[in-house]
């Protein structure tokens, strides 16, 4: 495992996404005969799949490595539009720019986890016109700054584009580019096209378009000389070109260096259904993270390397898919309503209305590592933040298998808990570590487990992982136990008897 050289960590303020938003629909279903007017495969439709694309998606898979994320981003007053907006309710907090045109959606018709077509439809392009003043003072606050270019319009606004560029002077900027887009800033600390952008690239970058053969062995170009000529044309810091499978290059601080997918996110991917879709986001997304937390070039890039290969692994951008059909609320609707199962929008594979068992089996078929934890999480605290945030670090989703309120009394008597079944939910689906929740009536969780059949259950504290009544169905599903230490001196019923004016002896979770 690499250990990230840190500098010193901009810590004053959110990760802010500046980019053109698209909506991302995958129809899928089954192609099992062709058609006889012609030779093409006749697709049998079986559910629409709705996500965020572009800098939309860089914006959601951006919550993955960092809590705080804020979206600039241009998005039509129409039906595609009201779509986008409320798929990225739950995602970051949304500054719009206005849109000319109507809302760019990208539409994939799949069988069999492969791509049969691609329909493109929209015109919208950011409009040139001046910038609110929310859009200036969220650029002010930022810790750090991801474009997601997709050549739309948004980074060619002159007034954004000064601004970006006095940002870069003192926060790390990550610019993610587009062929069809605008260069990028002086002084951006990192620029990340894909290998065939980058070859593309050269014909919009002046001096690398006259590039001089006699330097390359053979009097021939391969992209480790396309590189470091790009990082002169566009005058930035460093330039990370993404290799797929092969890992980044990376031409920073006047040399150029591969850095290879590591061995454990390699071994996941071997073998994995490749669906590439929405890779460079999710580099581009997990770098400017880093580089926000602190990390240097190097580290970010190998964070973003394994970062990109573990996502594709787990399924790629099909992983943050809803259904077209259940976009609605995130619990039940009624209050009344039996204990059930809730999803949630924050990341990958979740459908808000839909059983959490769909988000199991969502990473499941994507080949990716599902974690579950429990408890009661009566009022949340730093200690279980941090243990869920460990946690969901192990996989590609975290289930949390929350005890109902009829549990929580059997377990903790007549005054818990605390918080309804349904407000405990819905704070845990507010957490970007938390994929779904599922919320059981029995004092264990070994029945829900036995349905879920996790590839990690994680557990706080200092339990012996063979005591625990859960631990025969977690191994005999091939899952395994893992627990992680409790942070501090937190525990819901000291915090429950501080604010009743009262003092309990500790409690261990």
Sequence with gaps: MRTARRSEPSDTGPLVIVGDTLLDVDVEGRADRLCPEAPVPVVDVGDEWLRPGGAGLAAALATRST???????????????????????????????????????????????????????????????????????????????????????????????AHLTELARRVPVVWDPHPSGSSPVDRARLVTPNESEAWRLC????????????????????????????????????VAVTLGARGALLAANGSSRTI??????????????????????????????????????????????????????????????????????????????????????????ADPAASAFDVAERVRRNGGTLVAAGGCFDLLHPGHARLLERARELGDALVVCLNSDRSVRRLKGPGRPIMAERDRARLLLAMSAVDAVAIFDEPTPVSVLDRFRPDVWVKGGDYDPDTLPEADVVRGNGGRIEVLPLLGDYSTTKLAATAAGTRQPREAT
């Design 260 to 349: 290879p997918v590591s061995p454990g996110a390699a071994d996941r991917a071997a073998g994995a259904h490749a669906d590439t879709c929405g890779a460079g986001d999710r580099f581009a997304s997990a770098a400017a993270a880093e580089l926000l937390s602190g990390a240097d070039t190097d580290a970010a890039v190998a964070t973003a390397v394994d970062s990109a290969a573990r996502f594709v692994a787990a399924g790629g951008a099909t992983g943050l898919s809803l259904k077209a059909a259940h976009r609605a609320a995130s619990v039940p609707a009624d209050p009344a309503a039996p204990a059930d199962l809730v999803a949630s929008t924050a990341s990958a594979p």
């Design 203 to 238: 014909d919009h970058a002046g001096d690398v378009a006259r590039y001089d053969t006699a330097g390359a062995p053979g009097g021939s170009v391969s992209i480790r000389h396309i590189a470091p000529l790009l990082r002169h044309a566009w005058r930035c810091d460093g």
């Design 67 to 161: 809590p705080d994320v804020v979206l600039i981003t241009a998005i039509g007053d129409d039906d595609a539009g009201d779509r986008l907006s409320r798929l990225l309710a739950d995602t970051a907090e949304m500054v719009s720019v206005p849109l000319r045109g109507s809302t760019v959606c990208k539409c994939r018709v799949r069988a069999g986890g492969q791509s049969l077509l691609r329909m493109d439809s929209g015109d919208g392009r950011a409009e040139h016109a001046p910038l609110d003043d929310r859009v200036h003072r969220t650029l002010d606050a930022a810790g750090a700054v991801l474009v997601s270019d997709y050549g739309r319009g948004i980074t060619a606004n002159q007034a954004l584009r």
